[in-house]
């Protein structure tokens, strides 16, 4: 069976199953980040690669919001995301959102390698070099 894209829009981003076990999560321009939003997500990842392992490269834009509530629960630390998710890179484009995804990880360090970049060439540069290892 050829493998086949897909994606689903969430009120948050669009996230797209795009090759075998990789998903792209790439938030809106304006939104305004919450836990139901989180949520929405996570559910849209297990419904793009169910209980198989997957990377995510994930694109936060510069000019995100975010409400204070979603610093303060581990959003990948649930028994069922450290079985499937296998590597993260996000883009944070911007000081300042990069500055909150490092304090996020600092508080809830990931159990799956993690990093966080200032361009999306090196997120996947850095991803696929895991596949590759």
Not at 48 to 56: A, D
Not at 109 to 121: C, G, H, I, K, Y
Request: glycine share 8%; charged share 25%; aromatic share 12%.
């Amino acid at each position: 069976m050829a493998f086949e894209p897909r994606t689903i829009e969430t009120r948050l981003a669009t996230m797209a199953l795009t090759a075998p076990g990789f998903i792209e999560q790439r938030f809106r321009e304006g939104v305004k980040l919450d836990r139901e939003g989180f949520e929405e997500n996570r559910l849209a990842r297990q419904q793009l690669c169910g209980n198989g392992h997957y990377q995510m490269l994930s694109i936060l834009q510069e000019d995100t919001d975010f409400e204070l509530s979603v610093l303060g629960e581990d959003h990948f630390g649930a028994v069922a995301e450290i079985a499937g998710l296998s590597a993260l890179g996000v883009v944070a484009q911007g000081r300042f959102i990069e500055g909150i995804v490092a304090i996020f990880f600092k508080y809830f360090p990931p159990q799956f390698p993690a990093r966080t970049f200032n361009n999306e060439q090196d997120a996947r540069a850095w991803l696929a070099s895991l596949r590759a290892s």
